[in-house]
């Protein structure tokens, strides 16, 4: 079973940075095509925050770009996300995702907590 574990959640003031990680286990690099980071408030649905293939290209939500960056390490099957200049309305439960060929909904991560404080 694959699994994904993430690190690098927790509080921050608005104008902060954070950096998430997340690995994944028991399946090689090669195996695992977009990964990506989703976000559920409570109250709201999950949504997409930045994903990026394995060759590189990255997409982001607008309320994002140009705040966070994704990064993808092949070798060391990690996926980060830096995210900077933080808003209050960032905070959520950010996911991390891994899809193959044979799940194109992914594998999930437990979630990690962001709260950022005015």
């Known amino acids: 079973q694959v699994q994904l574990v993430e690190s690098g959640g927790g509080l921050v003031q608005a104008g902060g940075s954070l950096r998430l990680a997340c690995a994944a286990a028991r399946i090689s690099y090669s195996l695992i095509n977009n990964m990506g980071w989703y976000r559920q408030a409570p109250g709201k649905q999950r949504e997409l925050v930045a994903t990026?293939?394995?060759?590189?290209?990255?997409n982001y939500a607008d309320s994002v770009k140009g705040r966070f960056t994704i990064s993808r390490d092949n070798a060391k099957n990690t996926v980060s996300l830096q995210m900077d200049s933080l808003k209050p309305e960032d905070t959520a439960v950010y996911y991390c995702n891994a899809r193959t060929t044979w799940n194109p909904i992914g594998y999930w991560g437990q979630g990690t907590q962001v709260t950022v404080s005015s």
């Open positions: 990026i293939t394995s060759g590189g290209i990255t």
